[in-house]
């Protein structure tokens, strides 16, 4: 319960909390009123003040910008008016400038004419000279013209010679191919299948042996007759530089047929066992030299790259024999250095992985040897702990037969005649009878 005392009777009454609440409630809510009244009072006279003052102030600023713009306008007149006189007075000047020059024009004029007249004589015998120089280099330019003229007819000719020689030489050497495909075509006829095929292979052998003195001293260009694994190539070709490393090796498979054959063979019926020879002879390239398919367009542009079939792998015709082994070998040239550098490196790696494998061997041989040792040492150690508890029983056993020696010699010494026939009346007899005798 809260106490309320009267502030005018002074008397002092109890309320319920609820009641006590609602009364503070009451109270606080009227001050509160009041307050906010006061305040919303306060702030609208503020208002009216701030209002006022900023019209005030706007008018000022308004009617100071007037006088201020009026000023402008009077200033930008009286400019105005002062170039006006400005350029009427420079007019005046320009005019007056220009009659001068008028006059001096014409004075100029007049001067001009007296010594034209003067001139017209010595004008008529320069032209006079300028025209004989004239008429004296056209005709120089006539006769060079026809000089001109002369040189490019003979320079016709000449061509039309030339090409004429050209043409009958041409026709001379197409005659001899057209001959000498016809040789070859009877040539072919005449093969054999073997023959046919021997002939490709010696053609190119041929061509190698032309240069391999000048620019293959150190390649091994021999025939593949290894046939231990069953199969085998024609030619391996192998180099190697000064110290013996070995940077390019190729497999060429050489093949040709004759034109009346009925059954033809394609170029990718070889490639599989082209692909194998090269793995089984451990050559980084493949090559194979075709006639087959004379007509297919593909393999009559040139060096012709199937390694999307097989790695490493080319078809070309004979005539790029030659350039397939300079391209490649020159390319294997370059990364000659990079070979051998991995060359050493792999030395390198196969000296550690040595050392490596001679320590663990040590290791090993010692780990096995200290292993044997300890198991004998174990085992011997073992046998003396043996030893020790087999004297230990013995010791034992003599200890207790040392004590029952002890035992039974002092039964021994306490025995007697009086003992032993004690609770014996037959013994006792016996021995007494001994005692009279």
Known sequence: MQEIKCPKCGEVFQVDETGYAAIVKQVRDREFTKEIQERLAQFQTEKESAVTLAKTATAKAYDVALAKKAMEINDL?????????????????????????????????????????????????????VISEK?????????????????????????AIREQNIISTYEEKLKFKDEEIERYKDFKLRQSTKMVGESLEQHCEIEFNKLRATGFQNAYFEKDNDARTGSKGDYIYREADEDGTEFISIMFEMKNEMDATATKKKNEDFFKELDKDRREKNCEYAVLVSMLESENELYNTGIVDVSYRYPKMYVIRPQFFIPIITLLRNAAQNSL???????????????ISNFENDLNEFKDKFSRNYRLASEKFKKAIEEIDKTIDHLQKTKEALMSSENNLRLANNKAEDLSIKRLTRNNPTMAAKFAELDED
């Open 77 to 129: 007149k009286n400019q105005l008016d002062m170039q006006k006189v400005a350029q009427a007075s420079n007019l005046q000047e320009a005019l007056n400038k220009k009659e001068l020059e008028l006059v001096q024009k014409e004075q100029q004029i007049a001067e001009l004419t007296a010594r034209l007249q003067s001139s017209e004589t010595a004008k008529e015998l320069a032209v006079n000279k």
């Open 135 to 159: 008429q004296q280099e056209l005709f120089n330019k006539e006769q060079n013209i026809l000089q001109l003229t002369s040189q490019v007819e003979n320079s016709k000719k000449e061509s």
């Open 337 to 351: 250095e990079y070979r051998k550098e991995l060359s050493v490196i792999k030395t390198q790696n196969i000296d």
